[in-house]
């Protein structure tokens, strides 16, 4: 059996050429995915952080009671709010009443002077 030298050396710098690229794309299809790894626990440790965050902000919100307290407590001033108003306009009413004495008074003083 007579082999050729040339041909086995062609088939075996083939087969190292085909061996070297299945372990290139291997190793970086390794690569990326690794990257795409790392870049995927970054964004969910900044999820994480956010939600977290979030978590706080809900706890610290006034719930269904808090909010119930706060309503009665508006309604009781806008009550007292009122009676405010009138005895507001009861001070008015007597301050306008007091001017309008004032006046005549003296409007009597100039015209007896």
């Given at each position: ?55 706080v ?27 405010v108003?009138?005895?507001?306009r ?24």
């Amino acid at each position: 059996m007579n082999i050729d030298l040339d041909l086995v050396v062609k088939v075996a710098t083939f087969v190292l050429a085909l061996g070297s690229v299945v372990f290139t794309f291997f190793a970086t299809r390794r690569e990326d995915v690794d990257i795409q790894f790392e870049t995927g626990s970054k964004r969910m440790e900044n999820y994480e952080a956010r939600l977290v965050a979030l978590e706080v902000v809900v706890n610290n919100m006034p719930g269904k009671d808090e909010m119930h307290q706060l309503q009665l407590m508006m309604t009781e001033m806008a009550g007292d709010m009122k009676a405010v108003r009138e005895g507001m306009r009861g001070l008015r009413d007597g301050q306008l009443r007091q001017e309008s004495i004032l006046g005549r008074h003296e409007d009597h003083l100039r015209e007896n002077s």
